[in-house]
Nanobody, 127 residues
Framework: QLQVAESGGGLVQPGGSQTLSCAASGVTLAGYTIAWFRQVAGKEREGVLCIGRIGGITYYTDSVKGRFTVIRNSANNTVSLQMNSLKPEDTGVYYC????????????????????WGQGTQVTVSS
């Protein structure tokens, strides 16, 4: 069965770091563009950033530039979201999603335009 799953969430203090992992079974993530989203209760899901199957990283949220980055690890079929200098406003449920487009979309698209979604992992930034 094809599955994508996020892990690595938890409670972190402001200014701290956290690394989330997007792992897959039944599908090779290296063959997809991977987008990261986050959602706060009561708000719409927002795109955070993306790494293309071809090309580099596209940031969808200006506030994470210089603090977040994304790395592929083909050896273990994962994509990691590295988050530094975390702020309370980074709190949310983080999701990864696969995209068959070879490049990141200029702007994040609707839920239906992405193939596989994970169940999300909660990140809480609080002292």
């Amino acid at each position: 069965q094809l599955q994508v799953a996020e892990s690595g969430g938890g409670l972190v203090q402001p200014g701290g770091s956290q690394t989330l992992s997007c792992a897959a079974s039944g599908v090779t993530l290296a063959g997809y563009t991977i987008a990261w989203f986050r959602q706060v209760a009561g708000k719409e899901r927002e795109g955070v950033l993306c790494i293309g199957r071809i090309g580099g990283i596209t940031y969808y949220t200006d506030s994470v530039k210089g603090r977040f980055t994304v790395i592929r690890n083909s050896a273990n079929n994962t994509v990691s979201l590295q988050m530094n200098s975390l702020k309370p406003e980074d709190t949310g449920v983080y999701y990864c999603a696969t995209d068959t487009n070879p490049f990141c979309r200029r702007v994040p698209s609707t839920y239906e335009d992405y193939g596989y979604w994970g169940q999300g992992t909660q990140v809480t930034v609080s002292s």
